[in-house]
Structures are given as C-alpha cells and as structure tokens.
C-alpha cells in the first residue's frame, strides 16, 4: 500500500521483526532501495511490481514515474522499454556547466550548443549566444522526439 516492503513479524531476529526491509542503495545520480531474500538482493521496486503484477517481460524495466527512485507507491510504477526509461531521466544532481542537460559550452567556436541524443544517434541543434536560447531549442528537440516533461529535470 505505501510502497515499502517490511521484515517478517516472526523474523530470526526479534529486534527487525516489523521493520523496513533493505537499506537505501545509490545506482550512478539515484538512489533505490535493496531488499535481500534466500541472500539475494532485488531492487524494491521490482519485488513490488512482481507482487502486483507478476514478472517483468524481457527488455523491459519498472520506471519511477516521478523519478524519486524510493518512491515505491504501485502507482509511482510504470512498465516501459529501456528506450521510453531513459527518455525519462532527470538531471545528475552533480549537473553540468551550463546547468542545463543538452547544452554544453563550445570553446573553439565560443558559444553556447544545443544537442540531443536519440536512439544511439547525436544530433547537433545549433550553436546559441546564451545557454537559456541553447535550453529552449533543447526542450523544443525533446518534445519532437517524445522525452517525457520531465526529462532533464534536477534528479530528486
């Protein structure tokens, strides 16, 4: 119900019976909650999807739709491919220069470049004076090839 896995009430040990299950784990910007069954770990969110739904179909992946990656709610869960995933990543919260996920600064030409990768291909968006106008022809890139609203957003 509120998307948290917890230690049996008869567990081996008296003093976790009833407690959280896992310990908070980082995976590259993200955090995800471990949990460890017959001394293997499974990602939280996965056990949680299995339990509502049942296996995860190959090539595919739980997503956290708000990005918060301990944010276990069934209803903060979503099937996707990895493709659909990644188009829904935020901002590494060590960020970049710019401030701005797709916008780098270009020294040899002295400005500001949009740019944006999709399905394994770099594309080039242009060069900009400022990295606000290098963040909009971003944003607008993102919308014609479908990343969700929030890709690019500070990872929570």
């Known amino acids: 119900v509120d998307g948290n896995l ?14 959280r299950a896992g310990s908070v784990q980082r ?10 069954h ?5 990602y939280e969110h996965r056990v949680i999807w299995i ?7 190959k090539n595919m992946q739980i997503d956290h739709i708000n990005g918060c990656g301990k944010d276990n709610r069934i209803e903060n869960l979503r099937l996707v491919c990895v493709v659909e995933n990644n188009r829904n990543k935020r901002r590494s ?14 020294k040899h030409a002295g400005h500001w470049k ?38 690019g957003a500070s990872a929570l």
């Not at 995976?27 to 460890?36: D, I, L, M, T, W």
Request: charged content about 30%.
């Open 27 to 36: 995976a590259g910007y993200k955090e995800y909650r471990q949990v460890k």
């Open 114 to 151: 949009a740019h944006i990768q999709v399905d394994g291909k770099h594309i080039n968006l242009g060069g900009y004076k400022t990295p606000e106008e290098a963040y909009k022809a971003r944003r607008s890139a993102d919308e014609k090839y479908g990343f969700d609203a929030a890709h």
């Open 93 to 106: 919260s060590r960020g970049s220069a710019s401030g701005y996920t797709g916008v780098t600064f270009d």
């Open 51 to 57: 339990m509502h739904y049942g296996e995860i179909p």
């Open 38 to 42: 017959l001394g293997e770990l499974y």
């Open 6 to 19: 917890y230690q049996s009430k008869n567990h081996r040990i008296k003093r976790y019976a009833g407690k």
